[in-house]
């Protein structure tokens, strides 16, 4: 596989350096910056020429000075997730990432691929190899039953849109969000959990780079990243502590009873 992963914003050695506690995983989590035409689809931190630089928990309310006085003009928020479906009332969300979390993808080829998607990039079409995280299906299969289940990803369309198609077989992700929906924050492409427009009381994130929720820390379900461990368990051992997640009032308490555990 490849060392480090043209696909994970984590080097695979920083991915298995020892953890003190659980869920701790260091925010500095950055790979080498090499210059490549496939890590601008899949690495979080590329940055194309006409990304623009955001800020945190910025809305679109609009500050005027009128007679020496500053007024707040309110504007309309564009929200990047729909209406809650029928299906979907009352249940919370989670935010649910996809490379290294739910799969482990490389152009080098894989004798054991679970899929191989072909990439289009500048004009020639690669062939990309995808790997399932062990019991990535009983994990999807469960999440969606229990939650309402959106796939936030930093890479592009092109490669995840496809990979989701043959991931999810019972169609858990009720919306699918790439990286144009992520804000560029300090290098980062950070997934703000504040403009899903959801209730943040209500809203959980499973990812593998501290750095993809590092707006919102406390709404996180630390998972360490994956690569080509067919022995792992992680989410397997995790779909116990998401029905929990599913009936508790406060998300928080549990959250941080996991995370120091």
């Not at 080097?11 to 989590?29: D, F, I, M, Q």
């Not at 590092?214 to 051992?237: G, Q, R």
Request: glycine share 4%.
């Amino acid at each position: 596989m490849d060392n480090p992963s043209i696909i994970t914003q984590v080097s695979k050695e920083e991915a298995n350096t020892p953890l003190r506690k659980k869920g701790h995983l260091p925010v500095s989590s950055k790979k080498p910056r090499r210059r490549n035409i496939f890590r601008t689809i899949f690495c979080c931190l590329s940055r194309n020429n006409d990304d623009a630089d955001h800020i945190s928990g910025s809305n679109n309310n609009t500050s005027l000075l009128v007679d020496g006085k500053r007024s707040i003009i309110q504007t309309s928020v564009n929200y990047l997730l729909p209406e809650v479906q029928v299906q979907d009332s009352g249940k919370k969300c989670v935010v649910i990432d996809l490379d290294e979390t739910l799969v482990h993808s490389s152009f080098k080829p894989v004798n054991n691929a679970d899929f191989i998607i072909p990439v289009e990039i500048d004009g020639n079409v690669h062939q990309v190899y995808v790997l399932k995280r062990p019991y990535v299906d009983e994990f999807l299969k469960r999440m969606g039953e229990l939650f309402e289940c959106v796939l936030f990803t930093a890479s592009l369309s092109k490669y995840a849109d496809p990979v989701a198609d043959l991931l999810d077989k019972w169609g858990a992700f009720r919306v699918r969000l790439f990286r144009e929906s992520c804000v560029f924050h300090q290098g980062n492409y950070v997934k703000d959990l504040s403009r899903l427009g959801r209730d943040l009381n209500k809203l959980l994130i499973i990812d593998n780079s501290p750095a993809s929720y590092v707006f919102h820390p406390n709404n996180a379900v630390p998972i360490a990243s994956w690569f080509d461990d067919m022995s792992d368990t992680e989410l397997l051992d995790l779909i116990p502590f998401f029905e929990r997640l599913s009936k508790e009032e406060n998300i928080y308490t549990l959250l941080q009873e996991h995370k120091s555990s």
